[in-house]
C-alpha cells in the first residue's frame, strides 16, 4: 500500500508540473486538470483501505489482549481455588470432634426411649456410621427431655401465679367489700343513692355468656376508670328470652346447675322445634352487647357483639347512629369495611376457633357456610382481635396460636385503634360531604397556605364507579400495593381556570389512614395533558399524592390539604406553561424565582414559608 501511494503522489506531482508548464506557455490545461482531479479521487480511495486496514489492526489487536486478560483471570481463579483447598486440608487435619466427651447412652437404652428411630433404620455396617446414629438419637432425645422440660416450667409456674392472685382474690376482696358497703352506707342515705335499684337493673348481666361477660365487665372498668370516656357499653335483651335459652341448654346437657320445672323444658322444647335447623344450629345468645362510640346528638359508631354457643366465638357488627335527618347513604359503604384492618391479616373472613371444623363437620356444617350465613343475617364478622378481648383462645391462618391474658392492656389498645379510625373517618366523611355538597369557601379554609392568589375554582365533586378511575391511564396505579381485603370509593373533580380544566379522579381506600387517597390528574388545556405525555403532570400527580399526614399542621384535614397542593400545582403549570406559549392567557401570579429548574425542567410546585417571606420553589 506503501508504494501505490508513492506512485500516486509522484503521477500527481508530475501532472501539476505539466499544469504548470502548459499554465506558463499559455495553452489549455483542462484535461490535465481533469486528470489531476481523478488522481485525487484515487488518493481518498487509498487512504479509506489504508484506514480500514489500520482498525482491522487495531480490532485483532484487542481481541488477542481480551484472550491474555481472561487465561490471566483464569490463572488467578485457579490459584485461589488451590490456596482455599489447601485451607480446607489444613482445617480438616485439625478438627477435632466434640463428641468424645459426651456420655453416651447403651443402644438398648436408645431404641426403648427412641422406638421410631430404631424401627425406621437398619444396623449400620460401619463403626462411623454406627456413631452418628448414636448421636441422632442422644440429640433427638435431648430435643424432647428439653421441650419437656420448658413446658413444664412454664405450667408450673403460670399454675403458681394464677393460685397466688386467686389466694389474694379469694382473701382480701369480700371482707374489703363488706367493709366498704357498710362504711358508707350512711352516706348512701344521705345523698339518696338508690343502688339497689341500679343492681336490679343490671341483673340480666348473670345470664351473659361467659365471654360476653368478661368483655362487659372489662368495658365498664375502662369505662368508670375514664373521666371522659370515648364509648358506652350496655347490655340488650331480655331476662326472659336469656332464661328459655338456659332451659334449652338444660335439655341438651342434664348436668345444668339451674332447677327448673317440666313444665318449663317442655315449652323450652316445643319453641325450639320450630325453628329452622341451621338458623337453630347459628343461633345467637339471646343476649348481646352495645358498644356505641362518639358524642350523642353527633354520628355514632355501633357495635353489637354477640356471642354463638356452637361457634365458640363472637362476633361484631359495625353500624351508624345519627341523630338527625342527614343523609349518610354514601357513608355506610365504608363502616362494613372499618374493623377490618386495624391489625395485619385479620380481616375476619375465617372463624379463628382451634378445631371448629372438626365440631362443624359433626353437624355437617363448613366454616364457609357458617360465615356466609352470618353475613346474610347482619351478624358480622368473627375477628381475632375480638376473641382476645372476651378472653377466648384463637388460631390465625398461619396457624399461630394465642390466648391474651392481659385484657386491660389489650382492651385498651383496641378500643384506642377503633377510636382513631372512627375519628379519622369521621373527618374524612366530612370533608367528602362538604366538596360533594358544595357548601365550604375554599379562601377561608386553614388548609389554604396562600388564599391571596387562588385563582382556580372547584366547581365539580361528584362519585364515579371504580371502573371509571382505573380507565385513566397513569403511572401511579401501576405501582399500587396489594388490594386484598381493600375496597375503594371513587370520585371527580372538575378544577377551572380560564378556559383551561382540569379533571381529578381520586380513589379513597377502606383502610385510610393506613393507605392515603389517590390521585389522577388529567389537564385540558391546548390539548389533553396527563402523566403519560406531559412530565410536568407526572411531577404534579407526585407532589399531591406524597402528602403524608405527619406533614400537616394540628387540626388539619387531610383530603382539603390533597385538593389545595393540586389547586396551587395547577396555577403553576399554567403560569410557567403560559409564557411558553404565543399568545399568553395567563401572566405569572405566584412568586416563584424560576419557572423551570435542571435539565428535567422542574415546575416551582412545593410552597415554603420562613417568617414573613413565602414563595414557591422546585
Not at 582 to 589: A, D, P, S
Request: charged share 25%; proline share 4%; net charge positive.
Amino acid at each position: 500500500m506503501e508504494a501505490i501511494l508513492n506512485t500516486q503522489f509522484q503521477q500527481l506531482e508530475d501532472i501539476i508540473g505539466e499544469i504548470l508548464k502548459v499554465k506558463k506557455s499559455g495553452h489549455n490545461s483542462e484535461t490535465l486538470r481533469t486528470a489531476a482531479a481523478l488522481k485525487f479521487v484515487a488518493l481518498k480511495h487509498a487512504n479509506r483501505e489504508v484506514k480500514h486496514k489500520i482498525k482491522s489492526g487495531r480490532d485483532n489487536l484487542h481481541l488477542e489482549k481480551c484472550k491474555v486478560d481472561i487465561s490471566r483471570l483464569q490463572l488467578q481463579n485457579l490459584l485461589y481455588e488451590v490456596s482455599h483447598l489447601k485451607k480446607d486440608i489444613v482445617r480438616c487435619e485439625k478438627f477435632k470432634s466434640r463428641d468424645s466427651d459426651l456420655d453416651l447412652l447403651p443402644d438398648n437404652e436408645y431404641a426403648t426411649k427412641l422406638p421410631n428411630i430404631a424401627d425406621s433404620k437398619a444396623e449400620p455396617e460401619s463403626k462411623h456410621l454406627k456413631h452418628l446414629q448414636r448421636l441422632e438419637c442422644e440429640l433427638r432425645l435431648r430435643k424432647d427431655l428439653d421441650k419437656q422440660y420448658s413446658f413444664l416450667l412454664s405450667s408450673k409456674q403460670e399454675l403458681l401465679q394464677e393460685n397466688l392472685n386467686q389466694n389474694q382474690r379469694y382473701v382480701s376482696f369480700a371482707p374489703a367489700l363488706r367493709t366498704l358497703k357498710g362504711a358508707t352506707k350512711p352516706l348512701h342515705d344521705a345523698l339518696q343513692l338508690s343502688l339497689d335499684v341500679e343492681w336490679k337493673l343490671s341483673a340480666v348481666v348473670k345470664y351473659l355468656p361467659k365471654p360476653l361477660y368478661i368483655l362487659f365487665i372489662n368495658l365498664q372498668s375502662l369505662q368508670r376508670a375514664s373521666d371522659e370516656p370515648s364509648f358506652n357499653a350496655e347490655v340488650v335483651g331480655y331476662e326472659s328470652e336469656a332464661q328459655m335459652q338456659e332451659l334449652t341448654n338444660l335439655k341438651q346437657s342434664p348436668t345444668a346447675r339451674r332447677d327448673y320445672s317440666e313444665k318449663d323444658i317442655d315449652l323450652s322444647r316445643k319453641a325450639s322445634s320450630v325453628e329452622n335447623p341451621l338458623d337453630k344450629a347459628l343461633n345467637p345468645h339471646p343476649l348481646h352487647i352495645r358498644v356505641t362510640l362518639g358524642a350523642s346528638g353527633s354520628i355514632q359508631l355501633v357495635l353489637l357483639i354477640r356471642y354463638f354457643d356452637l361457634l365458640k366465638c363472637t362476633t361484631v357488627w359495625p353500624q351508624l347512629s345519627v341523630s338527625n335527618n342527614t343523609n349518610h347513604q354514601g357513608d355506610t359503604n365504608f363502616v362494613q369495611h372499618l374493623l377490618r384492618h386495624l391489625f395485619a391479616n385479620d380481616l375476619g373472613n375465617e372463624i379463628p376457633i382451634p378445631g371448629i371444623q372438626y365440631d362443624l363437620q359433626n353437624k355437617d356444617l363448613t366454616p364457609e357456610q357458617c360465615i356466609r350465613y352470618l353475613e346474610s343475617k347482619d351478624f358480622g364478622k368473627a375477628y381475632c382481635w375480638l376473641q382476645s378481648m372476651c378472653s377466648i383462645p384463637t388460631v390465625d391462618s398461619s396457624m399461630l396460636y394465642k390466648h391474651e391474658l392481659n385484657l386491660n392492656k389489650s382492651m385498651r389498645e383496641i378500643i384506642a385503634r377503633i377510636t382513631r379510625r372512627w375519628n379519622a373517618w369521621l373527618k374524612l366523611s366530612q370533608q367528602i360531604r362538604g366538596l360533594t355538597n358544595k357548601d365550604i369557601d375554599l379562601f377561608t379554609l386553614k388548609e389554604n397556605v396562600y388564599p391571596a392568589a387562588l385563582s382556580c375554582s372547584l366547581v365539580q365533586w361528584t362519585a364515579i364507579t371504580l371502573e371509571e378511575f382505573l380507565a385513566q391511564n397513569s403511572d401511579v396505579l401501576n405501582i399500587s400495593p396489594d388490594d386484598k381485603g381493600i375496597t375503594y370509593n371513587s370520585y371527580r373533580a372538575v378544577i377551572v381556570r380560564g378556559s383551561a380544566k382540569m379533571e381529578c379522579f381520586i380513589r379513597i381506600p377502606s383502610n385510610y389512614p393506613l393507605e392515603m387517597p389517590l390521585w389522577i390528574l388529567s389537564v385540558h388545556w391546548n390539548g389533553r395533558h396527563t402523566s403519560q405525555n406531559n412530565s410536568a403532570i407526572k411531577m404534579m400527580e407526585y407532589w399531591t399524592n406524597s402528602l403524608q399526614p405527619k406533614q400537616l399542621e394540628a387540626n388539619d384535614r387531610f383530603l382539603y390539604a390533597q385538593l389545595f397542593r393540586t389547586i396551587y400545582s395547577f396555577d403553576i403549570f399554567l403560569e410557567t406553561e403560559g409564557s411558553m406559549q404565543t399568545n399568553i392567557e395567563y401572566n405569572k401570579e405566584k412568586p416563584y424565582i424560576s419557572a423551570f429548574a435542571k435539565r428535567s425542567r422542574l415546575r416551582p410546585y412545593k410552597y415554603i414559608k420562613k417568617g414573613s417571606v413565602y414563595a414557591f420553589k422546585q
